[in-house]
């Protein structure tokens, strides 16, 4: 997405309270006024974040998608695109916000909406709503100055180089539920914003997948082979694993299936597994689907084949493509009476 020549084109600030500790919500009932240093300013607090482009959203609902609510008011703000309008279903926007702010860890902080114009998305140009909510707030200095002297005064402010929740909507794919990026940094204490609020789920593509057929073959490896097989049958399974989605344009059950089991009782055990664990894991197993390579890259980074021994040692092996883990032997020493590796290399790499 190219946000270069973005401009904002409503704005407006809500403060929502703690339900649960019945504190209020004060709706605003006007829009902000901007000049071109606070617009760039803002612009940049709420964009910055999404430059580098994360995980695509969209909006869901168990019964229908036009139940769930900030799509019905997303949907009326591209629609109307006026100001009157954008005020209004900002408020009713709050205060679905408050509905759901019953959570002991919730504090009373803004909540932004903005319009914003003038994207760039898949060479169209279009616009997007933004949702941001403040709750920590930071000390600074503020400056004094007259004409005899310089006055400094502690105050409290949102952080602009901070962004705790916020999402961007664009409008795009509205029949699917629109296309939106999600920010959540308080997501393992509070589920409200992302689940309950906004009632996102991860966009159903060929990233996605490939993410969770990854996420399922690193959990079936540290949960069942660490438990029930030794270690050279742990790593042997995670090199070729990753080999088979680096060397694969697809993905298919048959093809996955002959090129990494060997090992019938393995092979049992996966798909038990996987049958056991199914609502875990946001896919199909028997789909077909295209590979997203730069997800296969980033995920490979985040496997840890680590041994850890009771002589405070750690050994951390890398995939290898070429080699697998053919340059590490387990052996035991009968003199000693102690298990060892040997590793094999040509030289150090200094």
């Given amino acids: 997405m190219d946000f270069s020549k973005s401009k904002i084109k409503h704005l407006i600030i809500h403060e929502i309270g703690n339900k649960l500790r019945d504190e209020k919500i004060l709706l605003s009932e006007t829009l902000q006024t901007l000049d071109e240093h606070l617009e760039n300013t803002l612009l940049n607090y709420f964009l910055k974040s999404f430059l580098i482009q994360k995980d695509f959203y969209c909006f869901s609902h168990n019964s229908s998608l036009n139940l769930n609510e900030i799509y019905s008011y997303s949907k009326n703000i591209f629609q109307q695109s006026n100001a009157t309008s954008f005020i209004q279903t900002s408020q009713d926007i709050a205060k679905h916000l408050y509905e759901y702010s019953l959570h002991p860890k919730i504090v009373k902080g803004e909540l932004i909406i903005v319009q914003i114009e003038n994207i760039i998305y898949e060479n169209t140009t279009i616009n997007l709503i ?3 909510k403040s709750e ?3 000390s600074f200095l503020k400056i004094i100055k007259d004409d005899t002297r310089i006055n400094v005064k502690d105050d409290k402010g949102i952080n602009i180089s901070k962004l705790e929740k916020g999402c961007l909507i664009l409008n795009s794919n509205e029949h699917s539920g629109y296309r939106i990026l999600n920010i959540d940094n308080q997501s393992q204490e509070t589920e409200y914003w992302t689940n309950k609020f906004l009632n996102i789920k991860p966009l159903d593509n060929n990233s996605y997948k490939t993410k969770e057929i990854i996420k399922m073959c690193k959990n079936f490896s540290s949960e069942i ?3 029930k097989y030794d270690t050279d049958t742990k790593f042997t399974f995670n090199n070729d694993y990753i ?4 060397d694969s344009e697809s993905y298919d059950i048959n093809s996955f299936t002959d090129y990494i089991f060997k090992d019938e009782s393995i092979k049992k055990d996966f798909f ?3 049958e056991s664990n199914k609502e875990s894991f ?10 997203s390579q730069n997800d296969i890259k980033k995920e490979k980074k985040k496997i840890k084949n680590i041994i850890r021994l009771d002589t405070n040692l750690e050994l951390k092996v890398l995939l290898n493509k070429e080699d697998g883990t053919k340059n590490i032997e387990k052996g035991f020493d ?3 009476g102690m298990s060892f590796y040997k ?5 150090e790499i200094k």
Avoid at 282 to 291: A, H, K, M, Q, T
Avoid at 343 to 347: L, R, S, T
């Fill in 225 to 227: 082979l660490s438990e």
């Fill in 343 to 347: 590793i094999y290399f040509n030289e």
């Fill in 136 to 138: 920590k707030k930071d």
């Fill in 334 to 336: 009968e003199e000693r």
């Fill in 243 to 246: 080999n088979y989605f680096e």
């Fill in 130 to 132: 933004g949702i941001f």
């Fill in 272 to 274: 038990e597994y996987q």
């Fill in 282 to 291: 946001d896919f199909n197993i028997n789909d077909r689907f295209e590979l």
